[in-house]
């Protein structure tokens, strides 16, 4: 596939020269937030002037018949003032449905813009909270393209249970496909030596007039520079409305400012 062909030189170059950094990359002692793998965004907002880039891959078994997949999944995340940052998403998408023969639907999944807004820090049992409003644009290839802008809301909230764990649960209400869709979700996460996290997570959603889909997963996060992250994360469903199963790994990487 030329796609695969491109992609492959691409992140190893990516890598490259990631690790080739100048010392002023390494020094940052600056915490990375990041919103990749799991589903349960949380409050944090990245500090203003930062950019940080979050893609990945993810494969996804809706039932016996259908499959899905998104590579690379982008957001690209910018501090614009301090508590607000402005986000861009978006993905190419490869849906293969097998009904006694096999086919494709390839194609760029839609663009969103939004942002997200710190609304207050922790404090004793208030927990840190944040909003998020985000536009699935029509800008898409044909077969992904939705016919009307749809918005997409949430709000997060995340209470440190401890030095190395935290509790995040959210929120969140919108449009697929024209239809609402309402959704939650929720994580502990637990660091390991500084570097390793790992987080237990359930989430779900329900559209209009349908019975809600509940999931599970684990993922594992491991910083191997400040302003650099890996992750990977696997999950299955909770009940028969939700898909079979799926798998996503990434990257997070913050550009020094």
Known sequence: MTFTKTLVPGLLSFFLSVLMLPAQAQEEREELNTDRPDNSQGPSVISRGYV????????????????????????????????????????????????????????????SVGTKIRLWEESGWRPEAGISAMLALPIASEVFKP????????????????????????????????????????????????????????????????????????????????????????GRRLNKEAPQHFITTGLAFRLPR
């Open 52 to 111: 940080q880039l979050e893609a990945g891959y993810n494969y996804q078994k809706l039932n016996t018949n259908i499959r899905t997949y998104a590579y690379p999944t982008a957001l690209v995340r910018i501090g614009l003032l301090q508590g607000v940052e402005l986000r861009l998403q978006g993905a190419v998408k490869d849906s293969v449905i097998e009904n006694g023969s096999t086919r494709h639907i390839k194609g760029w999944g839609p663009l």
């Open 147 to 234: 016919d009307h802008p749809e918005p997409q809301f949430g709000v997060a909230f995340s209470n440190a249970l401890s030095d190395k764990m935290d509790l995040t649960y959210t929120v969140g209400y919108g449009w697929t496909k024209g239809s609402p869709v309402r959704t939650y979700g929720a994580n502990i996460t637990r660091q390991f030596f500084d570097k390793l996290t790992l987080y237990l997570e359930v989430f779900g959603s329900k559209e209009k007039n349908e019975t809600a889909g509940h999931q599970a997963d684990v993922g594992l996060l491991y910083l191997l520079l400040p302003n650099l992250q890996v992750d990977v994360a696997a």
